[in-house]
Structures are given as structure tokens and as C-alpha cells.
């Protein structure tokens, strides 16, 4: 019988496969994403970049491997990122940074031809976005002038965030609009954009579980508290988008998610949450589509969470980088 986190990645990499045709941008089928027609495809770049473990790709990748090799070399692929002019830099430093091995990179030297140099400094920009966009920078062998990860973790969201306190939420209820009843938002120990801030700085710093961090203790203890008390808000409230994450960030900080109560719990409530077809149908139970909703219009509700678990149940069973 397979395990909750093996039918959770074969269930999720299952269903990404079979709605391949939703992640290409050319194809008839695909819906537009949140942020444009390429961010679905270069979600699925990373999720290929990063799935794989000591002992390769899984075998249920290989169609979106292909994929993704076939739009690195279509010239029009990168055309895609000035239709969000707000992330066409970042869109353009992802694709260069993921690039598949053995492609012509002339196109991924010409996205970052137009990056400005302004882009990929330090000027204006908070710790947290520094620490991505070197990320990325490094990854893509591009040139910048963010500073190094020992001078950004102080000020990045796994350091300076804490939990709200009692008071701290009572005050967040009292700002809520209606009567006064306390939302999952508002009772949660970070915010949302916190919650994904403090998610996603772990994964630059320990390369989505595939490198050791070097945090010491004094930086790790912390944060995986904080990272245990948003996860019990989410298993409690069904948000399973946050909760995938917070189980790879875990991991990434060297706990043991299965050897948790917050961690485990968040494996079950993500295969409860799972359908037969292997899909996570939304960021939460609260933003689920009606029961009709099917095609594009589901594939907009479902992929992202359905992406994330199929990243976090392969890499969390993995050896740990040394």
C-alpha cells in the first residue's frame, strides 16, 4: 500500500500530465493564468528543475520535461512576458535561470540582455525580493549586485517574522469588515503574503530542498516554530496551497515533517483534500469552484496547489543534501 506522501506525488503528477495541453500557452486549451499566459508553463519548469532526485526525473514527468524543453527554444515563448509588464523581468530571469541542460541558450542570453541593471541590484527592494532574485540571478549565471544571503537572512521574512500574538490577532479581528467575527486571515499567525514570503525565502535559501541551508540554530529554531503554528492554522482551516509549502519548508529547515504532529496532520489533510483524478482543487476549501467547473476553468483553480504538493512529496522522501 502506498504511502500518504506516494499517492499524494503520484496522484498530483498524474493529473499535471494528463492537462499538459493546459500548461502550453500555444495550445488551444490553455486558459490564461493568474499572471499571463507563461507563468503555468514556468511553474512547470521549476517543478522539473527541482523534482527530480538521486535517482533522476520520475518517469511521470517525462511528458512535462518535453514540454517545457519544446517552449525554451520557441522564440515566441519569451514574447509572452511583456504581456505582464509588471513581471516581465522577473518572468525573463526565471526562464533563464531554469533553462532545461543541452538547449541552445541564445534566447535565454537575450532575456537577459533586457534585464536592467537596476533590476538585479539591491536598490529598493526588500530583503525578501533580494534574496529571489539572487536566487535566480546566480542560477541563470547572470551578473547583480544583491548582497550575499549571510547579509540578507537578518532582515528576510525567516528572521524577522514572529507570530501574532493574542493581542496582535484581536486587533486584526477588530479590522476585519462585518460584525466583528475573526476570519481565518485574521486569526493566523502571519498574513498570507507573509505566510508565502516566509515559504518561498526557504526555498531560495535551501534551493527547493535540494541543498543545505547553512541556517544555524539560532535561525532555524525560530522559524520552524513559527512555520509549526501557521501550519496547525492551515490544517485547521483547509489551506492546502500554504500547507504544501510549509511541509517542504520543514523539511528545507532539517525537521522532519512526518515526525511532526503539525507536519503530519498536513500530509492527511492534503490527501483527504486530493480527488481521485490526483488534483488539489484549490488554494483552500474556501476558494474551491463549484462542483461543475471543469476545463480551463478548473485547471486556473487546481494547478498551482496540485504543482506544489507533487514538488513537496517528491522532495521530502528524498535523502537530505549534506
Given at each position: 500500500?502506498?504511502?500518504?506522501?506516494?499517492?499524494?506525488?503520484?496522484?498530483?503528477?498524474?493529473?499535471?500530465?494528463?492537462?499538459?495541453?493546459?500548461?502550453?500557452?500555444?495550445?488551444?486549451?490553455?486558459?490564461?493564468?493568474?499572471?499571463?499566459?507563461?507563468?503555468?508553463?514556468?511553474?512547470?519548469?521549476?517543478?522539473?528543475?527541482?523534482?527530480?532526485?538521486?535517482?533522476?526525473?520520475?518517469?511521470?514527468?517525462?511528458?512535462?520535461?518535453?514540454?517545457?524543453?519544446?517552449?525554451?527554444?520557441?522564440?515566441?515563448?519569451?514574447?509572452?512576458?511583456?504581456?505582464?509588464?509588471?513581471?516581465?523581468?522577473?518572468?525573463?530571469?526565471?526562464?533563464?535561470?531554469?533553462?532545461?541542460?543541452?538547449?541552445?541558450?541564445?534566447?535565454?542570453?537575450?532575456?537577459?540582455?533586457?534585464?536592467?541593471?537596476?533590476?538585479?541590484?539591491?536598490?529598493?527592494?526588500?530583503?525578501?525580493?533580494?534574496?529571489?532574485?539572487?536566487?535566480?540571478?546566480?542560477?541563470?549565471?547572470?551578473?547583480?549586485?544583491?548582497?550575499?544571503?549571510?547579509?540578507?537572512?537578518?532582515?528576510?521574512?525567516?528572521?524577522?517574522?514572529?507570530?501574532?500574538?493574542?493581542?496582535?490577532?484581536?486587533?486584526?479581528?477588530?479590522?476585519?469588515?462585518?460584525?466583528?467575527?475573526?476570519?481565518?486571515?485574521?486569526?493566523?499567525?502571519?498574513?498570507?503574503?507573509?505566510?508565502?514570503?516566509?515559504?518561498?525565502?526557504?526555498?531560495?535559501?535551501?534551493?527547493?530542498?535540494?541543498?543545505?541551508?547553512?541556517?544555524?540554530?539560532?535561525?532555524?529554531?525560530?522559524?520552524?516554530?513559527?512555520?509549526?503554528?501557521?501550519?496547525?492554522?492551515?490544517?485547521?482551516?483547509?489551506r492546502w496551497d500554504l500547507a504544501a509549502e510549509l511541509v517542504l519548508t520543514q523539511y528545507i529547515l532539517g525537521v522532519d515533517p512526518l515526525r511532526t504532529s503539525s507536519g503530519s496532520a498536513a500530509?492527511?489533510?492534503?490527501?483527504?483534500?486530493?480527488?481521485?483524478?490526483?488534483?488539489?482543487?484549490?488554494?483552500?476549501?474556501?476558494?474551491?469552484?463549484?462542483?461543475?467547473?471543469?476545463?480551463?476553468?478548473?485547471?486556473?483553480?487546481?494547478?498551482?496547489?496540485?504543482?506544489?504538493?507533487?514538488?513537496?512529496?517528491?522532495?521530502?522522501?528524498?535523502?537530505?543534501?549534506?
Open positions: 500500500m502506498p504511502s500518504p506522501l506516494e499517492q499524494l506525488s503520484a496522484g498530483a503528477l498524474g493529473w499535471l500530465g494528463r492537462n499538459l495541453d493546459h500548461f502550453d500557452p500555444f495550445s488551444a486549451s490553455a486558459p490564461s493564468a493568474t499572471h499571463g499566459k507563461a507563468k503555468a508553463a514556468l511553474e512547470l519548469a521549476l517543478l522539473c528543475h527541482r523534482a527530480g532526485g538521486p535517482n533522476g526525473t520520475p518517469e511521470a514527468l517525462g511528458g512535462a520535461t518535453a514540454l517545457v524543453r519544446k517552449l525554451w527554444q520557441d522564440p515566441d515563448f519569451p514574447r509572452l512576458f511583456d504581456e505582464v509588464p509588471g513581471y516581465a523581468a522577473t518572468y525573463g530571469l526565471i526562464y533563464a535561470a531554469l533553462a532545461p541542460d543541452g538547449i541552445d541558450g541564445t534566447q535565454c542570453r537575450a532575456a537577459l540582455a533586457r534585464l536592467d541593471p537596476d533590476f538585479l541590484s539591491s536598490r529598493g527592494k526588500s530583503a525578501y525580493r533580494r534574496v529571489e532574485i539572487r536566487y535566480y540571478a546566480d542560477k541563470a549565471g547572470v551578473r547583480h549586485t544583491v548582497e550575499p544571503y549571510a547579509a540578507l537572512l537578518p532582515h528576510s521574512p525567516l528572521v524577522a517574522f514572529r507570530a501574532a500574538g493574542p493581542e496582535g490577532e484581536a486587533r486584526a479581528a477588530d479590522a476585519a469588515p462585518g460584525s466583528g467575527t475573526r476570519t481565518p486571515e485574521s486569526t493566523a499567525p502571519l498574513t498570507t503574503p507573509q505566510a508565502y514570503a516566509l515559504t518561498h525565502t526557504a526555498f531560495y535559501l535551501g534551493d527547493f530542498g535540494r541543498a543545505a541551508t547553512g541556517l544555524a540554530e539560532d535561525v532555524r529554531s525560530p522559524a520552524s516554530e513559527l512555520v509549526d503554528l501557521m501550519l496547525l492554522h492551515c490544517v485547521a482551516h483547509d500530509v492527511e489533510c492534503l490527501v483527504r483534500a486530493q480527488r481521485p483524478d490526483g488534483a488539489i482543487p484549490a488554494r483552500s476549501a474556501a476558494l474551491m469552484a463549484p462542483a461543475s467547473t471543469t476545463g480551463g476553468a478548473f485547471f486556473r483553480k487546481a494547478y498551482h496547489t496540485t504543482l506544489v504538493t507533487a514538488l513537496m512529496a517528491s522532495v521530502v522522501p528524498s535523502p537530505r543534501p549534506s
